[in-house]
């Protein structure tokens, strides 16, 4: 007598069903944060594995990878024969599969055959993803006639980007399908209505819209944001703790990058909110910052004092990167206040990390206090206030500008605002 075996899919909402439903080759969606693509994939992939197909699962890096592959994992749980995290392959009865690649390799896939191709979070991979597509993953579609799904959520123009290419040049051959936030059925439209209210109007054509918005020449961040009724505010009389937040130089030169910090006080009452406590910069080799940071670290502690802190100090916050690598070992072997910086937000490129923390900003749960603000310092043959130039005279899209405290302040304010996204 057979085994009955019963797998419960999640439901598709209109959306996601006139996707599913569409019989085109080569899909590509065009969608806003929370519109559901990802799940729609993950459960689209399982649903084709287990009618006996062979799935080929593409994502940008490993940790963008993983929570699909385990979610896809426990859906197929009773057919599975094997699922191997370190091999990234699902195997069940009758011979589907689920294998997933990461990006970051320019042979993915190869030497593989598919029915279904799903490439998740597309639009991430800046450089390389079409060579990626062509010579190594739509090869293996060949075989059994297979098709492709892409998804992403757009990320400003750029014509060298595969997804914003397959998005606009119709001659590629993807069918495109558009599908902004509101779209989905299940987000309530007033909660959604509260956080497009605190964002800019270019991060909501992007993000929610999910419209490729031109960010070359933008300035990004305004002064306003920053004051509370067009000044600067006063240290808190109470707060929650104190924290600074570290981005590390290897060289010493006036040609390179300087290394800086700037020091944050969290209050989460009424609400959670940030100010600006203090910020320093300084050109110095790499080597000598082990002298340096204990000195910054004890300013945490000197500044949760002064903001009668209830938790005290959260220490620091150090890039682990380059130098900060070697800081962080050896601030743990000498008992130093000091912490990596989630991977999770320096991962993201630059021009990322700024979009992610604008609504925060915008919606003014982000101020200067008034010592930060007057602040001069001389850095690099110049005096002036290096925090307020480097954040406001960011712009998206331009190279080799000085963004070491511009650094910080996209770093602390995840960090005391944000989740695990850098939201």
């Excluded at 944060?33 to 994502?59: P, S």
């Excluded at 933008?218 to 505010?233: I, M, S, T, Y």
């Excluded at 945490?300 to 990167?321: N, P, Q, V, Y």
């Excluded at 070491?404 to 304010?413: A, E, I, K, Q, W």
Aim: glycine letters at 8%; a negative charge.
């Amino acid at each position: 007598m057979a085994t009955e075996h019963v797998i419960e899919f999640l439901p598709f909402h209109a959306g996601q069903k006139k996707i599913y439903r569409s019989s085109a080759k080569r899909k590509v969606i065009r969608a806003g944060r929370r519109f559901g693509k990802t799940t729609m994939l993950e459960q689209a992939g399982g649903n084709w594995a287990a009618r006996q197909m062979r799935v080929g699962w593409f994502a940008p890096s490993y940790k963008i990878l993983l929570p699909s592959f385990k979610t896809i994992r426990d859906l197929l749980k009773p057919i599975t024969i094997s699922s191997s995290k370190t091999d990234s392959i699902i195997e069940l009865i009758g011979g589907g599969q689920v294998e997933f690649w990461t990006l970051d390799n320019p042979d993915a896939g190869r030497s593989r055959k598919y029915h279904k191709v799903i490439i998740d979070e597309g639009s991430l991979v800046k450089k390389g993803m079409r060579d990626i597509w062509e010579q190594a993953i739509e090869p293996t579609l060949l075989d059994f006639d297979g098709d492709a799904v892409m998804a992403g959520t757009p990320k400003g123009v750029d014509d060298e980007n595969f997804f914003y290419q397959v998005c606009n040049d119709k001659s590629m051959g993807w069918e495109e399908h558009h599908a902004p936030t509101a779209a989905n059925p299940t987000i309530n439209p007033a909660a959604l209505a509260r956080i497009i209210d605190g964002r800019p109007p270019l991060v909501v054509q992007q993000e929610y819209n999910a419209e490729f918005v031109d960010w070359r020449g933008q300035n990004f961040f305004k002064l306003d944001w920053l004051l509370e009724n067009g000044a600067p505010v006063d240290y808190p009389f109470s707060c929650d703790t104190v924290y600074g937040v570290v981005d590390c130089a290897q060289k010493g030169k006036l040609q390179n990058d300087g290394s800086a910090c700037i020091w944050f006080a969290l209050d989460n009452l009424p609400s959670p909110h940030l100010i600006i406590l203090d910020w320093d910069i300084i050109q110095i080799d790499g080597y000598f910052l082990k002298d340096v940071v204990p000195q910054w670290e004890g300013k945490a502690k000197h500044l949760s004092e002064i903001c009668r802190a209830r938790m005290g100090t959260t220490g620091l916050f150090i890039e682990d990167k380059a130098t900060g690598i070697t800081l962080l070992q050896q601030g743990a072997n000498e008992g130093w206040n000091v912490h990596p910086v989630d991977s999770e937000l320096t991962s993201l490129p630059k021009e990322s990390r700024a979009i992610n923390i604008s609504g925060y900003v915008a919606s003014g749960k982000v101020r200067i206090s008034k010592y930060a603000f007057d602040k001069i310092v001389e850095y690099k043959q110049s005096k002036k206030n290096h925090l307020l130039t480097q954040v406001l005279q960011f712009i998206i899209g331009e190279e080799n500008q000085d963004d070491d405290l511009f650094d910080c302040f996209n770093y602390g304010v995840a960090l005391g605002l944000g989740n695990g996204e850098g939201f």
